[in-house]
């Protein structure tokens, strides 16, 4: 596929007609030739057959209707630093759609919603000396192709679907996010990038379930995001305040 305003942002650009996990293909490349693979190489698909999410959550799409896009970083930044670059990740793609007049939002940390309903799902991955983000963006799903009702398209939506304008459109704004955060050290507050996720994500401010990892849930208000990237969630009946750096949100209508 020719995808010329994304080969001018990428260091090296592979299109595959079909892979498996393009975050995993990646980061075996890089490991096995780092030469041959340097910081903004990506690797594209619209069939990705083994395809994960959070959680190592198994993610499908049916051959040609979502696109599965893998960048390779390795940020001049404290790796302590790292757990950002996911929610980067989905502010960027949600202000490069919002550029396509596209009125997307992201659920933290890192799922971008058209409407309240899914359309881009991103997974950071760190490598030895840096890091992958993969993004699995549905661009001509069909409303019959749709995984789960909470689940959108771009072409459902009306939004652009050239994958070359996509793609670029989505590197253009992790390559100014990823420089900012360099130039100021890997400060996500100096750096601006706090104020940026903050403004794209529209869980501040709802009413959410938050469900952990071992299983317990915290109910309560999303009442912004810490300096750590952690969601902070205020039960406002005990005006208590949980910080949460890993779970699944959902955005409640009637609690």
Do not use: F
């Amino acid at each position: 596929m020719d995808l010329p305003r994304t080969a001018a942002l990428a260091s090296r650009l592979e299109w595959r007609d079909t892979a498996g996990s393009t975050n995993a293909e990646l980061g075996r490349l890089a490991a096995a030739d780092p030469a041959a693979w340097p910081a903004w190489s990506v690797l594209v698909t619209d069939t990705q057959t083994a395809g994960r999410g959070r959680l190592g959550r198994a993610w499908t799409a049916p051959p040609g209707t979502s696109l599965a896009i893998s960048v390779l970083l390795t940020p001049r930044i404290p790796a302590e630093r790292y757990g950002w670059l996911s929610l980067l990740a989905g502010t960027a793609m949600a202000r490069s759609l919002r550029a396509m007049d596209v009125a997307a939002a992201v659920k933290w940390p890192n799922d971008v919603l058209i409407g309240g309903r899914k359309v881009c799902g991103l997974l950071a991955e760190a490598l030895p000396g840096g890091a992958v983000l993969g993004a699995g963006l549905n661009h001509r799903l069909g409303a019959d192709e749709l995984p789960v009702p909470t689940a959108t398209s771009l072409a459902i939506e009306g939004g652009p679907t050239d994958p070359d304008a996509l793609i670029a459109g989505w590197l253009e704004q992790l390559r100014r996010l990823v420089g900012d955060l360099e130039a100021a050290g890997g400060d996500p507050v100096a750096s601006g990038l706090h104020d940026a996720v903050s403004g794209t994500c529209e869980t501040i401010g709802r009413r959410v379930r938050v469900t952990l990892p071992d299983g317990g849930a915290v109910v309560g208000t999303a009442t912004g995001i810490g300096a750590d990237g952690r969601i902070e969630v205020t039960d406002l009946g005990i005006r208590a305040t949980t910080a949460i750096a890993t779970g699944d949100v959902e955005h409640l209508r009637y609690e």
